[in-house]
Antibody, heavy 118, light 109 residues
Framework: QITLRESGPTLVKPTQNVTLTCTFS??????????VGWIRQPPGKALEWLAL???????RYSPSLKSRVTVTRGNSKHQVVLTMTNVKPVDTATYYC??????????WGQGILVTVSS | QSVLTQPPSASGTPGQRVIISCSGS????????VSWYQQLPGTAPKLLIY???LRPSGVPDRFSGSRSGTSASLAISGLQSEDEADYFC??????????FGGGTKLTVL
């Protein structure tokens, strides 16, 4: 049974950096073909793909956020970390992590609402 | 502004068939499979259709998908009240960047 859960701060000030952690179970990020992605959704708006980290360490980033977003494996082998620098109010959104084996996100975490406000 | 274009809203009465479109280009839908996600109010998205027309275990066969050229479609037949949700299409571009549609809010009248 695959599960994912996002954790991190829910209120961040503009210009700060935010680090979100995705803790997962039911799969291994060293299994060939597996990836973990990050997707966000501003309140009332569409989904936006942010980043992806593959089982072999390869990483992909949204071109529009590439300069501010980094995805890494966490300290635990069942964690992936997303770091976003210099956050702005427009970064206010629910952030999801999701499991991908082929081309689609099969399982999603419940999401974490991150509000950027002074 | 999403690269994949969906109608912002759709509606139907119980029992009807509704089709939601997703329009892209040759560098995304034209060359990569499409998936669809259902997002019920206040919940995380759930995979509904993958690789254009395949349904994960547990998804009713009332839901079907197709892809042709640079467009894809999600059809829901025998519409039910619990189908009221937001629906998003998704694919990848030729640079392997993820793309989502703007979403379609389905209302069951």
């Amino acid at each position: 049974q695959i599960t994912l859960r996002e954790s991190g701060p829910t209120l961040v000030k503009p210009t700060q950096n935010v680090t979100l952690t995705c803790t997962f179970s039911g799969f291994s990020l060293i299994t060939s073909g597996v990836a973990v992605g990050w997707i966000r959704q501003p309140p009332g708006k569409a989904l936006e793909w942010l980043a992806l980290i593959y089982w072999d360490g390869e990483k992909r980033y949204s071109p529009s956020l590439k300069s501010r977003v980094t995805v890494t494996r966490g300290n635990s082998k069942h964690q992936v970390v997303l770091t976003m620098t210099n956050v702005k109010p427009v970064d206010t959104a629910t952030y999801y992590c999701a499991y991908r084996h082929f081309g689609e996100f099969d399982f999603w975490g419940q999401g974490i609402l991150v509000t950027v406000s002074s | 502004q999403s690269v994949l274009t969906q109608p912002p809203s759709a509606s139907g009465t119980p029992g009807q068939r509704v089709i939601i479109s997703c329009s892209g280009s040759s560098s995304n839908i034209g060359s990569n499979p499409v998936s669809w996600y259902q997002q019920l109010p206040g919940t995380a998205p759930k995979l509904l259709i993958y690789r254009d027309d395949l349904r994960p275990s547990g998804v009713p066969d009332r839901f079907s998908g197709s892809r042709s050229g640079t467009s894809a479609s999600l059809a829901i037949s025998g519409l039910q009240s619990e189908d009221e949700a937001d629906y998003f299409c998704a694919t990848w571009d030729d640079s392997l960047n993820g793309l989502f549609g703007g979403g379609t809010k389905l209302t069951v009248l």
